[in-house]
């Protein structure tokens, strides 16, 4: 069987029955009793991964141990082979070389014991390194994803059949991963499947703090061979996290626990009956497609829980059409959650007290007003930092730095230099918002930044804005909605972005100016707001909510702010980016004051405008908290 028919086999074979992936190589290696010779000297020794060079004869028997017992599939012996780690050993330069021969050894292993009836696999094991770009530092994206490049290279190289990047401490890494695959399939021409497993920690998050269903979230947009939890714990500690994966997934979903969790001597001690009976239970109950061992597992582990899984039904894979979005936590956006709040003060054009921080250097107190908005009740955080009097790449990359070490929500990344996206994109764990794109200069736009959003999970704010000479930006809502449906054809048809993933914002223009331009385009939007939400259900929409009251006395701004957001989620809106410390409820306006406001909007009576400036020239403004 040739390599792409191996793949098509694996493939079928995950939606057919429960394939069990080996056990712990560093066990079976420490239960050998090496000693420095064996490793190629004193300096190496502890290196696992240099035993591929120095003496393969073992790392093929203990594949042959794993195999004899059942598996379906095992791992190279490759899990700490990136350059990062090798360079510990002075073996840097030997990291392809060192992935290419563990990659062979258990090609060769995994073939002379495949049959017809029970074919056999090779995963390439890559490792979190021993740095982590969120929680250690001390490394880049680009130094990892060129290790990984570097790694990934070498197991395709020696007949892999899959790139597993497992015990995923940290998502962004895990991108980082997903980078340097990318250019090793550049590199070489050709694909192969890719497979994630993160590692929860005893208190519920990954190191870099994400929980089971964040992690999905910002991996949700590759497609994956699978996704899992391997290591940190025992299949019992992670019940809860399965079941979370096994009801989001629409991929296949891995469990391969330790044999429990260590005690004080390093020691693992749940026996193979205690694992396979609780595997077993998660197999019951559908959620899984692949079972294994990680730490502590040995092979009567692997043999019990072949035995175990041996004729059940795998988990169907989840079809969903959510819109979900993630930071540190994951945020769907739909009927329940909206309108989401996105917080509008992280922007240096729209608010004066961000700015003069920024301009002074002062990230940390910047930090401050992102989670003083998160803290009043912002689901979102609006980033932007483009000062044309400033470097808006460094500024993005320090305030990033900051911000996402005191909050949990989805950022949105609020730049049109697509330098700058990426950069930011590199920095954040989570599914971010790009904001924005249009067709203002035709696809120039989709065209530099869609890509970026495919590579590194992020969904895309769409302005209603095209290249017509008459109206670029549409003011009524026939426009509105004309420039929707063909961004939103060009993007799923020709881009091959999910409908889920396009937000759609209408445009807000000032309804108080008295330019007979927007006389009455407060409406436009919210009747453009509903068409676009009858006409294309399965996207969202969002509102830069505060344009409409622009110009007018400041003590009026948030009362109309408030009214024409509660009109525009009555027609349907999603997400609005607003003051979250400024936010009135409907309800609590007084009624002389909704209907000044809705008289402007709907532009009603003789001269709204006057009439609402009158009212609310000689109030003073309530001074926000953030202001004193």
């Excluded at 924005?436 to 302005?463: M, W």
Aim: glycine share 8%; net charge negative; hydrophobic share 40%.
């Amino acid at each position: 069987m040739n390599q792409t028919d191996r793949i098509v086999a694996l493939k079928t074979l995950l939606t057919e029955r429960v394939l069990v992936i080996d056990g712990a190589m560093g066990t079976a290696i420490q239960n050998r009793n090496l000693g420095p010779d064996d490793f190629g000297g004193p300096e190496y020794e502890g290196c696992n991964e240099y035993l591929v060079i120095t003496r393969p004869e073992v790392i093929a028997d203990v594949h042959q141990g794993y195999l004899d017992a059942g598996a379906d599939i095992i791992e190279t012996d490759t899990f700490g082979a990136t350059s990062v780690v090798l360079a510990e050993y002075n073996l840097a330069h030997e990291a392809r070389r060192i992935n290419r021969e563990a990659a062979q050894i258990a090609r060769q292993v995994a073939d002379a014991a495949s049959s017809p009836d029970k074919p056999r696999f090779v995963a390439g094991s890559m490792g979190p390194t021993t740095k982590t770009i969120s929680v250690t530092g001390g490394v880049t994206f680009d130094d990892l994803a060129a290790s990984y490049h570097e790694q990934a290279a070498g197991l395709m190289e020696g007949e892999s059949d899959l790139l597993l990047l497992e015990t995923s401490q940290d998502t962004i890494n895990v991108k980082a991963g997903l980078e340097g695959i990318d250019r090793a399939f550049a590199e070489l021409s050709r694909e192969i499947p890719v497979a994630v497993q993160g590692t929860v920690e005893p208190m519920g998050t990954l190191l870099a703090g994400q929980d089971p269903e964040a992690f999905y979230t910002s991996l949700a947009h590759r497609n994956l061979l699978w996704i899992g939890f391997n290591c940190a714990t025992g299949p019992e500690f992670m019940t809860d996290h399965i079941r979370t994966l096994a009801g989001l997934s629409r991929f296949p979903v891995a469990c391969v626990p330790n044999a429990g969790l260590p005690d004080e001597d390093g020691n693992y001690n749940e026996t193979p009956e205690m694992l396979s009976h609780t595997v077993g239970r998660f197999v019951e109950s559908g959620w899984v497609n692949l079972v294994g061992g990680c730490c502590g597992t040995v092979p009567e582990h692997i043999r019990l829980l072949s035995e175990t899984v041996s004729g059940a039904n795998p988990r169907n894979m989840v079809e969903s059409h959510e819109t979900r979005v993630s930071g540190i936590e994951a945020l769907v956006i739909d009927q329940d959650t909206r309108p989401v709040i996105v917080g509008e003060r992280t922007n240096v054009l729209g608010s004066r007290r961000f700015r003069r921080l920024i301009n002074q250097g002062a990230f940390e107190e910047a930090s401050e007003v992102g989670r003083r908005q998160v803290r009043n009740g912002a689901h979102v955080l609006d980033v932007c930092l483009q000062d044309p009097d400033r470097d808006e790449l460094s500024d993005v990359i320090q305030f990033l730095d900051h911000v996402t070490k005191k909050v949990k929500t989805t950022i949105m990344v609020d730049s049109t230099d697509a330098k700058v996206i990426e950069e930011s994109l590199k920095r954040l764990q989570g599914k971010s918002i790009i904001n924005s794109i249009n067709l203002e200069d035709g696809e120039e736009r989709f065209q530099s930044v869609v890509p970026l959003a495919k590579r590194y999970g992020a969904a895309l704010v769409v302005g209603c804005i095209d290249d017509d000479k008459a109206q670029a930006q549409a003011v009524t809502r026939e426009r509105k909605l004309e420039v929707a449906l063909r961004s939103h054809k060009l993007l799923t048809e020709k881009y091959g972005v999910p409908e889920e993933d396009i937000i759609f914002d209408p445009l807000v223009f000032p309804a108080g100016t008295g330019d007979q331009n927007y006389v009455g385009s407060g409406a436009e939007t919210i009747e453009g707001v509903r068409l676009i939400k009858e006409a294309l259900p399965n996207t969202k929409t969002i509102l830069g909510i505060s344009n409409v009251s622009f110009g007018l006395p400041t003590a009026g701004r948030e009362v109309l702010n408030s009214v024409f957001l509660y009109h525009c989620v009555q027609a349907g809106l999603d997400a609005a980016i607003v003051n979250s410390q400024g936010v009135e409820r409907y309800a609590s306006i007084p009624e002389e004051e909704r209907v000044l406001a809705e008289d402007l909007i709907w532009n009603r009576g003789d001269d709204p405008i006057s009439a609402f400036a009158d009212h609310f020239r000689e109030r003073r403004p309530v001074v926000s908290e953030e202001d004193r």
